[in-house]
T-cell receptor, first 112, second 110 residues
């Protein structure tokens, strides 16, 4: 079955360390997206990519970086420059916004 | 720019009650409209969608009609169950990314 996989489900890191969250899809979707969700809050767009080797900043890109070397993969790095990285991170993919997104199950990052 | 406004929660209902969650939008052109549901600790799942005016999306007893004249896409269900307790997001697709509302938490009690 096609889908989108985020790993790991839970991630713990010490303050000051960079950490990379994985997102892989086998839906053959061109577009991929990263969102951050804080407790009781909505979704905030971090980065998105419409095509391989190209990506755009979203509303809260500071302290994050991404790459899109393969169509299937869109990893997100949370750098030490991100002031408050503890959050739930959601990855999504799409074949076009008229069709909506398919979301992964999320990664909960806790920085201690 | 494009935007989505949905009613604030939480919405608290007894089992078998009628549900309405309001969603209105602002957009140029003819966007697609969506409702997503998020259960605790999980990602969002597409619940239903509509792509043009007067379309009705439906799934699992939930319905929403694309009303261009009132720029609305309200979510309804005739009889909610405890298992419907979740956060519901309205979204609009018009450009290269979806625009989401802030989410409405639904709590259904037996």
């Amino acid at each position: 079955d096609g889908g989108i996989t985020q790993s790991p489900k839970y991630l713990f890191r010490k303050e000051g360390q960079n950490v990379t969250l994985s997102c892989e899809q086998n839906l053959n979707h061109d577009a991929m997206y990263w969102y951050r969700q804080d407790p009781g809050q909505g979704l905030r767009l971090i980065y998105y990519s419409q095509i391989v080797n190209d990506f755009q900043k979203g509303d809260i890109a500071e302290g994050y970086s991404v790459s899109r070397e393969k169509k299937e993969s869109f990893p997100l790095t949370v750098t030490s420059a991100q002031k408050n990285p503890t959050a739930f991170y959601l990855c999504a993919s799409s074949k076009g916004t008229a069709y909506g997104y398919t979301f992964g199950s999320g990664t909960r990052l806790t920085v201690v | 720019g494009d935007s989505v406004t949905q009613m604030e929660g939480p919405v608290t209902l007894s089992e078998e009650a009628f549900l309405t969650i309001n969603c209105t939008y602002t957009a140029t052109g003819y966007p697609s409209l969506f409702w997503y549901v998020q259960y605790p600790g999980e990602g969002l799942q597409l619940l239903l969608k509509a792509t043009k005016a007067d379309d009705k999306g439906s799934n699992k007893g939930f319905e929403a009609t694309y009303r261009k004249e009132t720029t609305s896409f309200h979510l309804e269900k005739g009889s909610v169950q405890v298992s419907d307790s979740a956060v519901y997001f309205c979204a609009l697709g018009n450009t290269d990314k979806l625009i989401f509302g802030t989410g409405t938490r639904l709590q259904v009690f037996p």
